[in-house]
């Protein structure tokens, strides 16, 4: 899990693009979008295809995807029940 | 010096020229295809394909084959001579061109690097050479007549409707005595893979303000106005272009303010530089693409300008799916004829209103009607918002 | 139809450093191109901070080949891709209008937002715009810009195309404010906008263009930046300079990319 979390860390900082932020600047547990990290709905969608790109998981609609990106926590939650 | 409209010219999936356009829309026929048949693209997706080739095309815009055009222009050359035709347009007096567009030449350009990724001496020029929007426009004035002022205006979804706008200052300025103003947008797997890539595609036919909405069917065409100033032309013009207003929601590269702000602002700048009250207005034709966040915002803008009397609105993006560049010129001609001839167009596919707002577009097309100011909306990426009054 | 440029910024003039001065939100710098973020960091230099773009009445933008870097990117990875697993930043930062949204953005500034892309006429329809709202009264505060990103496949094709036999490649930003009033920092006047049917020889666009025997001409000086479709933007930058340090008058001409020629005229304020 603390290998996951580690992991989802370093495609979350490459995939969007999060410059001057290290794995150590996110909190696992603190909220990524509004508050937190301060995410947007376009990294939510990148967001997504990290979850298609590295570990096989097809989310349908941006909708489903809410409680599941809450946090780093919840995001390494939701892909240890359902990877592929 | 007051701005009318004196010409119009259409062509949508609904077809070449304005009367298929109409024909189709009384007859409740939309033109969204199951998926693409001309457009090369794996995906499987509704979008409003006019179903005549490239090739085709230039057979009935009567343009040699070898000349190799983009879609886009081809779309753009033969809806804008149907507008100059209808205004009688005189070869004498200074004719200008302000169209725009968001695809360009990407038709063949999409083409072409496919074979240039592999070999960047690969990939035939010619599919590149009008690859820029200023090419499109270029052609076009070319093929069309145009012999003064021409620009090319690219703001996304709102391209049209401000062309529109930016003809109209040019006939209030005396720049030039008629301006052919609009947009043209062809298919392309770039733009409909785009939108895919953002999840705001409807894998069915788009459902414009209905609860149940699941996003917007890309579609294709070009749709131009003649202006002239109102001293200059034949008395029986279509309508007069009575407002315009061209504002920024501010809040979001794509996706709009929950309460519509931009869109607020933009019908009210309109209506006020039409000196008229909300009131005033007879029918709207909503920009209503189909996504959750557009239609929501949009309503909340009605509701917001308009209070208890919304007037009857629809989107017509449910017949033609959403144009792109073209959207604000096809809907603005669909708007002049609205109050020239007083048909009022049905929304498409609606069955059950968006619970917070309860609004319900109208679902029957009529004609014949009394349509004294009609409303036209145009909202796109970048947060531009535009909307245009006409008047009878 | 006059108007009155109170601030005038090239690109040349940002240092890398002063990106993050200049685009102080992290989230939003982060999905920009190389382009974007020169683009975007000139125009809020030209207002002087973020915190000016408030107060602006009108953002015109123009370019003519827009964001390639990003179009280029989303056409390579949805050709490669198989039209599948597409990152939807590049479309997105890929429309023309995404430097205007963006200025309008960082100063949540409603305000008229309008970009022309029309190859070499772009930054002078932009021009006449402003010209036209500050004429009927429609915009006092306007930020007018245009910006053109050269990449290794556009310099290709353009090699292909033989353009680069008699001229060189460039790329570009140049942002302008505009005020209706003369006012203390007042620049230069535009004074005169024109679009000429058909070229004109350096004597005839001084007979037809120049108030006076003092005037200087810039003819074709878009080749000094080299060959983009908003060059022209970077001779009127150069215009409004030899004002600034005393001339008189400068007519700007420019011609090229196969388009008809542009001209304009910059006085020193009275």
């Not at chain 1, 996110?26 to 298609?52: Q, T, V, W």
């Not at chain 2, 909300?278 to 909503?286: F, G, L, Q």
Request: aromatic share 8%; hydrophobic share 40%.
């Amino acid at each position: 899990m603390e290998q996951l979390i580690g992991e989802l860390k370093e495609h979350l900082i490459e995939e969007l693009n999060l410059e001057e932020i290290t794995p150590e600047d996110i909190d696992s547990e603190a909220p990524l979008f509004r508050d937190g990290l301060g995410l947007d709905s376009i990294d939510a969608l990148e967001i997504i295809l990290i979850l298609e790109k590295y570990y096989g998981i097809k989310l349908s609609n941006s909708a489903e995807a809410k409680p599941i990106f809450y946090s780093v926590k919840t995001l390494a939650e939701y892909i240890m029940k359902n990877r592929k | 010096m007051g701005v009318v409209v004196t010409g119009v010219g259409i062509v949508s999936a609904l077809g070449v020229g304005v009367q298929s356009n109409i024909v189709s829309m009384r007859e409740g026929r939309s033109g969204i295809s199951a998926h693409p048949s001309i457009l090369k693209t794996g995906n499987i997706l509704p979008v409003g394909e006019l179903r005549m080739t490239n090739d085709e095309l230039h057979r009935l815009a009567d343009i040699p084959l070898h000349k190799h055009l983009s879609r886009t222009a081809l779309l753009g050359i033969i809806a804008a001579r149907e507008a100059l035709a209808d205004a009688k347009a005189e070869p004498s007096k200074r004719i200008g061109l302000v169209s725009s567009t968001s695809v360009g030449g990407m038709d063949l350009t999409e083409g072409f690097f496919r074979e240039f990724m592999k070999d960047d001496s690969a990939g035939r020029l010619r599919d590149v050479r009008m690859h820029d929007c200023g090419a499109i426009t270029s052609a076009m004035a070319h093929y069309c007549g145009i012999n003064a002022y021409t620009t090319t205006i690219s703001t996304a979804c709102s391209s049209a409707a401000n062309a529109v706008m930016f003809g109209a200052k040019l006939i209030e300025h005396d720049v030039v005595d008629y301006v052919v103003a609009g947009g043209s947008d062809a298919l392309s797997a770039f733009t409909l893979n785009g939108f895919k890539s953002l999840m705001i595609l409807d894998r069915q036919a788009c459902r414009p303000f209905d609860r149940s909405r699941a996003g917007l069917n890309l579609g294709e065409g070009a749709g131009y106005l003649v202006l002239q100033g109102d001293k200059n032309s034949a008395p029986n013009y279509y309508c007069r272009l009575a407002g315009y207003a061209n504002r920024n929601d501010a809040h979001h590269q794509t996706a709009t303010s929950a309460g519509g702000e931009g869109a607020y602002l933009a019908m009210a700048e309109a209506l006020k530089l039409a000196n008229l009250s909300p009131r005033a207005v007879s029918y709207i034709n909503a920009h209503g693409t189909g996504t959750q966040n557009n239609d929501s915002a949009e309503s909340a803008a009605f509701i917001r300008l308009f209070g208890e009397n919304i007037p009857a609105f629809s989107s017509t993006k449910g017949f033609t799916g959403h144009t792109l560049a073209a959207a604000g010129g096809i809907e603005a001609a669909y708007s002049v004829l609205s109050v020239a001839k007083g048909f009022l167009y049905p929304n498409l596919n609606f069955s059950h209103p968006i619970e917070e707002f309860g609004l319900i577009p109208n679902s029957e097309f009529s004609e014949g009607k009394d349509i004294d100011c009609v409303l036209s909306n145009s909202f796109g990426f970048g947060g531009n918002c535009s909307s245009l009054v006409f008047v009878r | 139809m006059k108007c009155y440029i109170d601030s005038v910024v090239v690109d040349s003039r940002i240092q890398a450093d002063d990106i993050r001065e200049l685009i102080p939100d992290a989230l939003l710098r982060r999905r920009m191109s190389r382009l974007l973020r020169t683009a975007v960091a000139t125009a809020v230099s030209c207002v002087g901070g973020v915190e000016n773009i408030a107060s602006l009445d009108a953002i015109i933008t123009a370019t003519g080949w827009g964001c390639l870097t990003d179009s280029e990117r989303f056409l390579r990875n949805m050709i490669s891709e198989d039209e599948q697993l597409l990152n939807p930043t590049p479309f997105i930062q890929s429309t023309f209008n995404t430097v205007g949204g963006i200025i309008a953005l960082m100063g949540k500034n409603h305000c008229y937002n309008m970009t022309y892309v029309n190859r070499s006429h772009s930054f002078e329809d932009a021009l006449l715009d402003s010209m036209i709202r500050v004429a009927d009264g429609s915009s006092r505060n306007l930020l007018v810009g245009a910006f053109d990103e050269q990449t290794q496949s556009q310099y290709r094709i353009m090699e292909r195309m033989g353009v680069f036999r008699s001229q060189s490649p460039g790329e570009g930003s140049v942002f302008v404010r505009i005020l209706s009033e003369k006012s203390q920092s007042s620049l230069a006047q535009l004074v005169r906008l024109d679009f000429p049917g058909n070229s004109l020889n350096e004597t005839e666009v001084l007979e037809r263009y120049a108030t006076s025997s003092a005037s200087l001409l810039l003819f074709n000086s878009y080749r000094d930046k080299g060959l983009f479709p908003t060059a022209s933007a970077h001779s009127f930058a150069r215009a409004v300079e030899l004002i600034r340090r005393g001339e008189s008058e400068v007519v700007v001409y420019n011609e090229y990319l196969g388009a008809t020629p542009t001209v304009s005229v910059v006085q020193c304020v009275g």
